[in-house]
């Protein structure tokens, strides 16, 4: 049974920072695309960031330069760290895991709220 279990969000101020932590089971996890997407109300859901099994990164515009996305093949688990948070990066965030076959998974949410 494949689980991606989300953990680290909250409420930060503005220019705060926070980690997200997605913890996966019951996939060959180094072979899997991880990424992060968030969907904030009445929004469709966007990518954040994602990474490869090769270690290659992408992110969305909105966050290039203050999100970093990385993985721990060890420890099964993707890490997406914010940092110079916005009010507009509230949403929730999910973690998502690619297979190289084209099946994917998602993780049930974790909500980030930015707000002072």
């Known amino acids: 049974q494949v689980q991606l279990v989300e953990s680290g969000g909250g409420l930060v101020q503005p220019g705060g920072s926070l980690r997200l932590s997605c913890a996966a089971s019951?996939?060959?996890?180094?072979?899997?695309?991880m990424g992060w997407y968030r969907q904030a109300p009445g929004k469709q859901r966007e990518l954040v960031a994602r990474?490869?099994?090769?270690?290659?990164?992408n992110a969305g515009d909105s966050v290039k330069g203050r999100f970093t996305i990385s993985r721990d093949n060890a420890k099964n688990t993707v890490y997406l760290q914010m940092n110079s948070m916005k009010p507009e990066d509230t949403a929730v965030y999910y973690c998502?895991?690619?297979?190289?076959?084209?099946?994917?998974?998602w993780g049930q949410g974790t909500q980030v709220t930015v707000s002072s």
């Open positions: 998502n895991a690619l297979a190289p076959t084209g099946y994917d998974y």
């Open positions: 990474i490869t099994s090769g270690g290659s990164t």
């Open positions: 019951g996939i060959f996890f180094s072979t899997y695309t």
